[in-house]
């Protein structure tokens, strides 16, 4: 058995402008960081629409992709951009998710990793916002739970930034828990302690500028505790990269050892708890020496424990 490494080069025509930090060359230099691996390379499919619509209304698939441009680019809010191939890209990202749930769940493979772009655990409901389009990881969660019959599923996120997206996704959904660690305050604001779920299946551990390590493995060690008393049937990673000490865009002071503790964590969680079937999406990160160490170090460790 291995780790699956679900990407596509449809990740490159998303194209931002200029300056821009959620830009190609995140996933050139992620996929050149694990060139070296030995993984089960897989190609990312475009997502069907009746999968979108586990978490997204028809309305608003029709109105993303109506907003495509010929041409350059058009603004969907003060931070998410679209070009040209940008509908495609986040149809294949979600897509990807979708995928390595089915190929985790049939045995295929132990655990994946989705290295694609654009990021989701921004999107809402209706509303895209922060780099993101569809909710990745809500939608690969609600379509483990409605396509192959799961009953408990723990979705998990240490991007810098609060998955409100995520979290507005699975508000309504019992059989989910979602367990997130941000910086706080930061953009987009949400992720108190206080936000709890409609069914107290929400847990956000916000962290204040400039922690590092401890203070994150302080907030985790009790949340992890919940999570195995949850006894999730499979684990979804949200996995961003920008709480590290040298992204542009936050103040966490993580470092890549840091990255590693909470993937062997959690892989240790999911060994015990879900016959370690795990599938982890990529979100943010935008320092690029930065995203390639962690990121590498994340799918390392998801290899070590699918051998």
Request: aromatic share 6%.
């Given at each position: 058995?291995?780790?699956?490494?679900?990407?596509?080069?449809?990740?490159?025509?998303?194209?931002?402008?200029?300056?821009?930090?959620?830009?190609?060359?995140?996933?050139?230099?992620?996929?050149?960081?694990?060139?070296?691996?030995?993984?089960?390379?897989?190609?990312?499919?475009?997502?069907?629409?009746?999968q979108l619509?586990?978490?997204?209304?028809?309305?608003?698939?029709?109105?993303?992709?109506?907003?495509?441009?010929?041409?350059?680019?058009?603004?969907?809010?003060?931070?998410?951009?679209?070009?040209?191939?940008?509908?495609?890209a986040a149809s294949r990202a979600a897509g990807a998710a979708v995928?390595?749930?089915?190929?985790?769940?049939?045995?295929?493979?132990?655990?994946?990793?989705?290295?694609?772009?654009?990021?989701?655990?921004?999107?809402?409901t209706e509303t895209p916002m922060g780099f993101c389009f569809f909710g990745n990881v809500a939608i690969a969660a609600k379509h483990a739970l409605e396509t192959h019959g799961l009953s408990r599923v723990a979705v998990v996120d240490f991007d810098v930034h609060h998955g409100n997206g995520t979290q507005d996704l699975l508000w309504d959904e019992a059989r989910t828990l979602?367990?997130?660690?941000?910086?706080?305050?930061?953009?987009?604001?949400?992720?108190?302690?206080?936000?709890?779920?409609?069914?107290?299946?929400?847990?956000?551990?916000?962290?204040?500028?400039?922690?590092?390590?401890?203070?994150?493995?302080?907030?985790?060690?009790?949340?992890?505790?919940?999570?195995?008393?949850?006894?999730?049937?499979?684990?979804i990673i949200s996995a961003g990269f920008d709480a590290h000490q040298d992204d542009p865009l936050a103040q966490?002071?993580?470092?890549?050892?840091?990255?590693?503790?909470i993937t062997r964590e959690l892989c240790a969680l999911a060994a015990d708890e879900c016959g370690g079937r795990v599938v982890s999406c990529l979100e943010g990160g935008y320092d690029l020496g930065a995203l390639s160490g962690s990121g590498k170090a994340h799918v390392e460790l998801l290899m070590e424990a699918g051998r």
């Open positions: 058995m291995t780790t699956a490494l679900f990407t596509h080069a449809d990740a490159l025509d998303h194209v931002t402008p200029e300056g821009h930090p959620e830009r190609v060359a995140r996933i050139e230099h992620l996929l050149h960081a694990l060139a070296g691996l030995d993984l089960d390379r897989r190609s990312a499919p475009e997502i069907e629409e009746a619509r586990l978490c997204h209304p028809q309305r608003y698939i029709d109105r993303i992709r109506g907003g495509v441009p010929d041409s350059g680019n058009t603004q969907l809010d003060a931070d998410t951009w679209m070009s040209p191939g940008s509908f495609r995928a390595a749930v089915d190929a985790v769940l049939a045995g295929e493979v132990d655990n994946a990793f989705c290295a694609m772009r654009p990021p989701g655990h921004h999107a809402e979602f367990i997130g660690s941000h910086q706080m305050p930061l953009w987009p604001g949400t992720g108190s302690a206080e936000e709890r779920g409609a069914h107290d299946n929400v847990q956000n551990l916000p962290l204040p500028p400039g922690s590092g390590g401890a203070e994150m493995r302080a907030a985790w060690t009790p949340a992890l505790s919940r999570m195995r008393a949850f006894r999730p049937e499979l684990l966490l002071e993580w470092t890549v050892e840091d990255f590693r503790w």
